[in-house]
């Protein structure tokens, strides 16, 4: 059974939640769903509509993982690198506001 969000074991989406406040933004409904799905070891598939924030949404959950994660020279030095997010767009006109995003 996976541990809930905010336990010792599974990452709190608190810390991007302050980070969307700090902006004078709110994360969406779906977007803090998304994370705590992420977190809990789910996968799925994300389709909405181009401005919805539906990038935010998809690497929230691998950040706060990543934010969770100790930061030590050996630790980045010796890890595994698994795939965790896939992000496809349609055409070059999408792609590359996205890429500029997730940067």
């Known amino acids: 059974m996976k541990s809930p969000v ?17 902006q004078g933004w709110k994360p969406l409904p779906f977007q803090r769903e998304l994370w705590r799905h ?11 509509p181009t401005g919805s924030g539906k990038t935010l949404a998809a690497f929230g959950g691998p950040l706060l993982e990543a934010l969770a994660m100790p930061t030590t020279a050996s630790s980045k030095k ?6 965790k997010v896939l ?10 506001p996205k890429l500029r995003s997730i940067k």
């Open 6 to 22: 905010g336990s010792p074991r599974t990452p709190s989406d608190k810390p991007l939640a302050a980070w969307f406040k700090s």
């Open 38 to 48: 992420y977190l809990h070891g789910h996968s799925g598939l994300l389709h909405t």
């Open 78 to 83: 010796n890890a595994t690198r698994e795939l």
């Open 87 to 96: 992000s496809t767009a349609a055409e070059k006109a999408v792609s590359n």
